[in-house]
Nanobody, 125 residues
Framework: QVQLVESGGGLVQPGGSLRLSCAASERTFSTYNMGWFRQAPGQEREFIAVISWSGGADDYAVKVKGRFTISRDNAKNTVYLQMNSLRPEDTALYYC??????????????????WGRGTQVTVSS
């Protein structure tokens, strides 16, 4: 069972940038589609971005498209989320997740089998 560990969260001012990383424990990482989700207090977990196992395809939530970029390095078993032009409403606990459904670039949380524990992102002046 793959283990995922997020890092890179923190406190940033509006308009600033952060890069989140998610390291996987197994070489099978390269066979998983990888996603980023977030959950703010009192709100449901929401999809942010997904990238295919090869890195050849990706998709984003409308609210982050053009500001966030997902990427992966299969040699390092790591997926990244570059977040630019951050807004206070981006404040949340950010999770990475792995999906074994290689033929579907799903954005549904229940199609992701493995989850990290999250890293907190706070956007505030």
């Amino acid at each position: 069972q793959v283990q995922l560990v997020e890092s890179g969260g923190g406190l940033v001012q509006p308009g600033g940038s952060l890069r989140l990383s998610c390291a996987a424990s197994e070489r099978t990482f390269s066979t998983y589609n990888m996603g980023w989700f977030r959950q703010a207090p009192g709100q449901e977990r929401e999809f942010i971005a997904v990238i295919s196992w090869s890195g050849g395809a990706d998709d984003y939530a409308v609210k982050v498209k053009g500001r966030f970029t997902i990427s992966r390095d299969n040699a390092k078993n790591t997926v990244y989320l570059q977040m630019n032009s951050l807004r206070p409403e981006d404040t949340a606990l950010y999770y990475c997740a792995a999906s074994t459904l290689r033929n579907v670039l799903s954005i549904r949380a229940n199609n992701f089998q493995y989850w990290g524990r999250g890293t907190q992102v706070t956007v505030s002046s």
